[in-house]
């Protein structure tokens, strides 16, 4: 059964780190595009990591806080997440696809996490 399981949220204040694990079971991701989202209350999902054997991608409301990584023996993506601020609060969901890290919606993707709550707050 192909599955892919995200752990690692939990409650955090305001310039904490968490990493957050995506991990899959039924399949390699070594060969997969994964990605990390999140969709906070009200909002959109929206990407912001993404790593492909050719590219990476993290958006700007992340760029130089949060860093995407494998590690292909443990067959699991993370998502180190460092100086969080509570704008950060959401669910996270990691999915996969083929190709590089480029999408043009959801349907883009073939597998999705259950996703895992990350709130950031004094």
């Known amino acids: 059964q192909v599955q892919l399981v995200e752990s690692g949220g939990g409650l955090v204040q305001p310039g904490g780190s968490l990493r957050l694990s995506c991990a899959a079971s039924g399949f390699t991701l070594n060969y997969d595009t994964v990605a990390w989202f999140r969709q906070a209350p009200g909002k959109e999902r929206e990407g912001i990591a993404c790593?492909?054997?050719?590219?990476?991608f993290h958006a700007d409301s992340v760029k130089d806080r949060f860093t995407i990584y494998r590690d292909n023996g443990k067959n699991t993506v993370y998502l180190q997440m460092n100086n969080l601020k509570p704008e950060d609060t959401a669910i996270y969901y990691c999915?996969?696809?083929?190709?590089?890290?480029?999408?043009?919606?959801?349907?883009?993707?073939?597998?999705w996490g259950q996703g895992t709550q990350v709130t950031v707050s004094s």
């Open positions: 790593d492909s054997s050719k590219d990476t």
């Open positions: 999915a996969t696809k083929r190709g590089l890290c480029r999408w043009r919606g959801l349907h883009d993707f073939d597998s």
